[in-house]
T-cell receptor, first 114, second 109 residues
Framework: GAGVSQSPRYKVAKRGQDVALRCDPI?????LFWYQQALGQGPEFLTY????????KSGLPSDRFFAERPEGSVSTLKIQRTQQEDSAVYLC????????????FGEGSWLTVV | GQNIDQPTEMTATEGAIVQINCTYQTSGFNGLFWYQQHAGEAPTFLSY????GLEEKGRFSSFLSRSKGYSYLLLKELQMKDSASYLC??????????FGAGTTVTVRA
C-alpha cells in the first residue's frame, strides 16, 4: 500500500486479555518501529526492527509486551494479560534506509483496556 | 536520558505567524524532526534538520542550532487546518526518535 497500515484501528480489551496489533509497513522499508502514545503526550519508543532482526527492545515496558517481524515485512505487537495502564495508541512507523531521513507513521491502533 | 522541551499550547489568529520552540538535551544527535499530528491521526512528517540553519518548505520553516540544543518551527500565513499538535523529535543515534510532548496550536478566525 501507499502508507503504513495498522489493524485493528480500535480495540477494547478486558483486563487480562491478550491482544495482537498488526503493522504493514511501506513496501520495501527496512526499518520498522513501534511507539506508544498516551493521550496528550508524544510517542514513546518501544522497539525497533531492521528487516527481521529486532535490534532494540529497550522501550518495551514489561515482559508482557512482545514484538516480532518474522519475514522482515509485517510486524505484530502482542500484549499479554493486558492492564489498564496499557491503554494508549500504538503507532507503527517505517523508513527506507536508503532515504535515511524520513520516518513514516501509521494511524495507530487505539487500545482501551477495561 | 533524553530531554526534549516544547510549549504545551499556543494560540494564534488566522493569517498570522507562530513560532514553536524546542530545546533538547540528548545523549547523541543525528537530526531533528518536526511532525504534525491532527487528533486521531498519524503524525505526518514536516521537516528535518541535521545542520545548523534554516530549512524552508512553503509556509513552514524549521531552524536548528546544534550548539544551543535549540530548534524552532515557524508556521506562516496560518490557516484553520493548521490547528494540530506539533511534535519535535530528535534522532539520537542511527535510528531512534525521541519525542517531546507536543505543542497544541489553535488557530482562531
Amino acid at each position: 500500500g501507499a502508507g503504513v497500515s495498522q489493524s485493528p484501528r480500535y480495540k477494547v480489551a478486558k483486563r487480562g486479555q491478550d491482544v495482537a496489533l498488526r503493522c504493514d509497513p511501506i513496501s520495501g522499508h527496512v526499518s520498522l518501529f513501534w511507539y506508544q502514545q498516551a493521550l496528550g503526550q508524544g510517542p514513546e519508543f518501544l522497539t525497533y526492527f531492521q528487516n527481521e532482526a529486532q535490534l532494540d527492545k529497550s522501550g518495551l515496558p514489561s515482559d508482557r509486551f512482545f514484538a516480532e517481524r518474522p519475514e522482515g515485512s509485517v510486524s505484530t505487537l502482542k500484549i499479554q494479560r493486558t492492564q489498564q495502564e496499557d491503554s494508549a495508541v500504538y503507532l507503527c512507523a517505517s523508513s527506507d534506509e536508503g532515504s535515511g531521513n524520513t520516518i513514516y507513521f501509521g494511524e495507530g491502533s487505539w487500545l482501551t483496556v477495561v | 536520558g533524553q530531554n526534549i522541551d516544547q510549549p504545551t499550547e499556543m494560540t494564534a489568529t488566522e493569517g498570522a505567524i507562530v513560532q514553536i520552540n524546542c530545546t533538547y538535551q540528548t545523549s547523541g544527535f543525528n537530526g531533528l524532526f518536526w511532525y504534525q499530528q491532527h487528533a486521531g491521526e498519524a503524525p505526518t512528517f514536516l521537516s528535518y534538520n541535521v545542520l545548523d540553519g534554516l530549512e524552508e518548505k512553503g509556509r513552514f520553516s524549521s531552524f536548528l542550532s546544534r550548539s544551543k540544543g535549540y530548534s524552532y518551527l515557524l508556521l506562516k500565513e496560518l490557516q484553520m487546518k493548521d490547528s494540530a499538535s506539533y511534535l519535535c523529535a530528535v534522532r539520537d543515534d542511527d535510528y531512534k526518535l525521541s519525542f517531546g510532548a507536543g505543542t497544541t496550536v489553535t488557530v482562531r478566525a
